[in-house]
């Protein structure tokens, strides 16, 4: 069955003539010229997405967090550091965009104030607080906005909880999909090779793993045609 | 006069029978099971020095952040990812230990409480204060300690005012040699292939560079033959 999937999904192509946004990776906030916040995505997941979109015939562009990873083929790759930098990012490529699919793992809040000079230990205590500011929510931005793609897909990376939460982000971000997975397991997500995900829609939940990231990416690509085609 | 100090350094292996420890890459300093601080440290100039030191004839204990570089050969590597980590790792390879070189960048501070789960934004508002605490002094307490090596080199990553920054290191620490680099010059430091260094002790400096980082190792293993021989 999987297959059949990945070869009705490649030999049909059926996003030829569809533009596909992805974002991918972590985002870096910067705290001073050398430190900054982050978090552990690898970015894979989301280049097996674009590779998958590529593949099935989409003009894609990969707006991509700092990661280790090789761009892939045929893929426009836009490079960016902070949550800004890739909100800014999504939004100058809504442009005909018929799908968004948010993989990135961005941070929610920023440092308030990023130095320009390194910050010296002897100028603060053995205690400190660093004040943080939210980040704009990119994919509830993209949802929202004049140019909204028809089809929007977020992810949900979760310890706990994961229907319930996936449910709560897609209403609360007027996504059409999110795809949930639980980064607390140490065999899955995160800097993994394998995932397992949980695809929630308003009326639908499909459970799909544990399996490869080049596997759950067909089926989020496999997903999001049909999603397209009704 | 490079190839003079390269081909003396690994032809009469001045370091045999010498043990080295080396710290090297940035640590990672956990807020939830997937956010964190860290800094732009690639490790690159540590793993060079292990490399050099091993040339020289030394047994090499490379103590490693997280980076992505390939372990030199014949170097018995012990992997952390917190300074927490690092200073323990770092007192366990005292014993019998002629140099120990502090090229990491070791988090100044980290969070006071790492959550277990990851933090929901619902529960945060739009600001937010990350309360951390101060990080032991990896390369002072090793400077001060019962065991310390015959000579204890400490690095200064500084975007101003370096001879100053090292001098004051050189006392506060109780270290031999500081080795100060400006990381805000983008041409040489954290993330690049080459280096520009200065090299503090209590009664001389040396600039070198900008050279490649493996030249630079090179510089600074001689430097430190130096420094045991006298």
């Not at 297959?3 to 192509?13: E, G, I, R, V």
């Not at 449910?167 to 800097?191: C, P, Q, T």
């Not at 490869?212 to 045609?225: E, L, N, P």
């Amino acid at each position: 069955e999987l297959c059949q999937m990945t070869c009705a999904l490649f030999s049909s192509k059926p996003l030829l003539g569809k533009k596909v946004v992805i974002t991918a990776g972590p985002t870096r906030e910067a705290i001073d010229p050398v430190r900054y916040l982050s978090n552990h995505s690898s970015g894979k997941m989301g280049y097996a997405i674009a590779h998958a979109a590529s593949l099935a015939g989409a003009s894609v562009t990969l707006i991509s967090g700092p990661v280790s990873l090789e761009p892939p083929a045929n893929i426009t790759v836009v490079n960016v550091n902070s949550a800004l930098e890739m909100y800014s990012a999504a939004h100058e490529n809504l442009e005909q965009c018929d799908v968004f699919i948010g993989t990135a793992a961005v941070a929610d809040y920023r440092p308030q104030n990023t130095a320009h000079q390194k910050m010296k230990k002897d100028q603060q205590g053995d205690l400190l607080n660093l004040p943080l500011v939210e980040n704009p929510d990119i994919i509830a931005s993209v949802a929202k906005s004049e140019q909204r793609p028809a089809c929007v897909i977020a992810f949900a990376a979760e310890t706990q909880d994961l229907e319930n939460y996936a449910l709560r982000k897609l209403e609360k971000k007027a996504v059409d999909a999110v795809v949930a997975n639980d980064v607390s397991r140490s065999d899955i997500g995160f800097g993994s090779e394998r995932n397992e995900v949980l695809w929630v829609t308003k009326d639908s939940r499909q459970r799909f793993g544990p399996e490869t990231k080049t596997q759950v990416a067909h089926f989020i690509i496999h997903s999001v045609t049909e999603m397209l085609r009704t």
